[in-house]
């Protein structure tokens, strides 16, 4: 029902977690291959509208964070569930994205943590999930509570909002927007969340345990996965760069006529290869 209404005010509103790499301080601005270490993980709430939706889609923004029922556990579980069954039909159907993502988790730490999140490793993830879903009700809406009020109650120099139209857009949405942050998302002055550390300068909490457990979750050079597709999906690479290398704008030459040159015209014309890139 919810949905329809979102539909209906505005172009579409979505979700999304993502790991990005940061600059260590101290770097120059120049193109260089980044350690992977220094990263920084956001959440992403977007959404479009017009106009004169600008309220409607501040108010979606709102209920989504603060208004959404996490205690209903048949919605998510099947929410869980059609998630997990998307996962294990883009694994058939887009093989070649999850061995790449699979290598390059190899790599570095950013990398490795996308493909837990992203990859062929998130279909176990996902089956954990539903597993503590179905075990433990209870304790897990507090999780899902809790990560909310980290969320809401996040320090505000962590946030960053973006605004994208024309001036008689902006001019509609800034005081909507400024109304948002202090209003609609309430900080809890009691219990105030630490200021977001540097992460250029301060190492990633997340950083520690995934580069220990890189350390064995790779333990063959080769891997080989299963699907029931008559497809096969192939994947190989490795470092051209090392880190603090500068990289050259021919790079990006190359790999634009690696793609469409001979990956095109050699594996997938003349060989009758499925595609390659």
């Given at each position: 029902m919810y949905r329809n209404y979102i539909g209906k005010v505005t172009g579409g509103v979505s979700a999304n977690l993502q790991v990005m790499s940061v600059k260590p301080a101290g770097w120059d601005d120049e193109i260089k291959v980044l350690p992977g270490i220094n990263i920084l993980s956001m959440l992403f709430i977007r959404g479009k509208c017009t106009a004169d939706k600008i309220p409607d889609l501040f108010d979606v923004f709102t209920k989504i964070l603060m208004d959404v029922n996490l205690d209903s556990k048949d919605i998510l579980r099947n929410a869980l569930k059609s998630d997990l069954s998307g996962r294990?039909?883009?694994l058939t159907n887009r093989g070649h994205s999850f061995a790449d993502t699979r290598l390059r988790g190899r790599y570095s730490v950013r990398n490795f943590l996308g493909e837990k999140m992203h990859g062929y490793s998130s279909l176990d993830s996902s089956a954990a999930v539903l597993e503590a879903v179905d075990a433990d009700w209870a304790q897990f809406v507090l999780r899902l509570e809790n990560m909310r009020q980290a969320i809401i109650n996040g320090?505000?120099?962590g946030m960053i909002i973006n605004l994208t139209g024309d001036r008689?857009?902006?001019d509609a949405a800034m005081e909507i927007a400024e109304d948002f942050l202090v209003n609609k998302l309430p900080v809890d002055l009691g219990n105030p969340a630490p200021p977001t550390?540097?992460?250029?300068s301060v190492e990633h909490p997340w950083v520690a345990p995934a580069r220990e457990e890189m350390k064995?979750?790779?333990s063959s050079q080769d891997e080989g996965i299963a699907v029931p597709t008559q497809v096969a999906y192939v994947a190989e690479g490795g470092r051209m760069y090392d880190v603090g290398e500068?990289?050259?704008g021919s790079a990006s030459v190359v790999s634009h006529y690696l793609s469409t040159g001979y990956m095109w015209d050699v594996i997938r014309a003349k060989n009758g290869a499925y595609g390659g890139e």
């Open positions: 294990k039909s883009s320090n505000r120099n008689y857009v902006l550390p540097d992460f250029r064995g979750a790779f500068d990289v050259s």
